[in-house]
């Protein structure tokens, strides 16, 4: 049966990037659809309609909409290169980070970044908290998945990638080597990753992105 | 058999959806109530994290966040399942579960008042629209002819949400302007697993009362 994969993202979103690292470990072929948020195309608009954001995986004409919901249908319906492990106590460790990453780690690490005043102040101490628990979790494993990446390093490509570029744009130094060094040493590892690499948004182009919307939000 | 047991607290929705998932597949458990105003050490030993209940013990190895637990119950003890087999299908269920989950606008609509409640009651309605024409459309369950894991993850609104807005004094779920979820509720309320496992209305009640007011007095300057 021929397969259809089609992909609808944004170059800069560490969410559209994750389900296109995902479909490269797989090997699975697709098309990539590059949207433009201020101005969303009708497809986007039919298969997202509750809420109209990328990325959208569509297989075969049936869309799927969330991150980690389109993860976890890739690694169910193309098996090899697990990317959630076998166990049931495995996965349910797996998602409690992934969750974790996403609802705790990254609105703190981006509001750490954006916000002002005591909201910032606030957002920064919550960071520093969620990196330490990140760095303690870590323990002696090459990556949160253990010898191979899984969804939870793919999830915190956030942390290893976005944040440092954010890191520069804004001068806050949160994650560093003297704070959490296994981390920094497992971001240096996931970022290398030929999967990863090849399938991360241009850095210039994302420190460019961010400068000038820094810049704008300092006016 | 490896034992299971479940911290929780008898006013918790979330506790409660562990409870109505482990009933339908029929697991033994062993229940043990947190007084979450005292945390216990093991408490804060299995749950580190977030240092909150629902925990599930499995075999001395344990597991938090709610939606994580429902998941490894599902994976665990396959009898009756709670999620379609079929992975698209899996996938649309686990859009919906996530749906509506861990919005400020719920904390909002709770802690408010005024315009900024209005604001977020308009929202929760918002939501609630969207989940009962496109979520739940013309089904008698999320989950089709029996509840699953999106009915229980909505579980909470009946009693919970229903609490809350008799609280706060605001109704957002009318059957009026949302009759499909009225029904839902309806039908949710009557499947015996849930009917059998629910806190006591009035207490419940009682309890978000005092949450409010002591939230309201901690904020108020």
Known sequence: MAEEVKLFGVWGSPFSRRVEIALKIKGVEYEYIEEDLANKSPLLLKYNPVHKKVPVLVHNGKPIAESVVIIEYIDETWKHNPILPQDPYERALTRFWAKFIDEKCLPALWNSTWSKGKDREAAIEEASQHLNTLENELKDKKFFGGEEIGLVDIVASFVGFWFGALQEVSGLELLTEEKVPKLCKWSYEVVNQSVIKENLPSRDKLIAYFSARFADASK | ?221
């Open chain 2, 1 to 221: 058999m490896e034992e299971v047991k479940l911290h929780g607290f008898w006013a918790s929705p979330f506790s409660h959806k562990v409870i109505w998932a482990l009933k339908l597949k029929g697991v033994e458990y062993e229940y043990i109530e947190e007084d979450i105003t005292n945390k216990s050490e093991l408490l804060l030993k299995y749950n580190p994290v977030y240092k909150k209940i629902p925990i599930l013990v499995h075999g001395g190895k344990p597991i938090a966040e709610s939606t994580v637990i429902l998941e490894y119950i599902e994976e665990t003890w396959p009898q009756n399942p709670l999620l379609p087999t079929d992975a698209y299908q899996k996938a649309i269920a686990r859009f919906w579960i996530q749906f509506g989950a861990y919005e400020p606008y719920f904390r909002k609509f709770f802690h408010a008042s005024g315009e900024e409640q209005e604001k977020a009651a308009k929202e929760i309605f918002g939501m609630l629209k969207i989940l009962e024409e496109q979520g739940l459309g013309d089904k008698k369950f999320f989950g089709g002819d029996s509840i699953n894991l999106v009915d229980i993850a909505h579980g909470w609104l009946p009693l919970w949400f229903g609490s809350i807005e008799e609280a706060v004094g605001v109704k957002v779920m009318e059957s009026t302007t949302l009759p499909r979820l009225h029904a839902w509720i309806q039908n949710f309320m009557e499947v015996d697993v849930i009917k059998e496992n629910l806190p006591d209305r009035e207490k419940v009640l009682v309890h978000v009362k005092k949450v409010r007011e002591k939230f309201v007095a901690n904020h108020s300057n």
